[in-house]
């Protein structure tokens, strides 16, 4: 159990990177464009805004998979946003 915790703390996209904080922190954006969604009626949702969230989300999940070690947890968030 705690050499799977000590690998977890050491992997290449582990809680001591980037790779691991940025996309915990890109989850913001998944729940902000939730939240809009659910209090706004449809014609107040900002047609620009949305298109622009569909073009860095769909260039991130494009980085996500490019960037070696492939970073799963940013394709995801990133994934959930352009859906």
């Not at 989850?27 to 014609?43: E, R």
Request: proline share 7%.
């Amino acid at each position: 159990m705690a050499s799977n915790f000590q690998a977890f703390l050491n992997n290449p996209v582990g809680p001591k990177t980037t790779h691991f904080w940025g996309p915990i922190a890109n989850w913001g954006f998944v729940a902000a464009g939730l939240m809009d969604m659910m209090k706004k009626p449809p014609k107040m949702i900002s047609g620009n805004m949305t298109a622009a969230m569909c073009v860095y989300s769909a260039l991130f999940m494009r980085f996500a998979w490019m960037v070696q070690p492939r970073n799963y947890l940013l394709l995801s968030c990133n994934a959930s946003n352009e859906t």
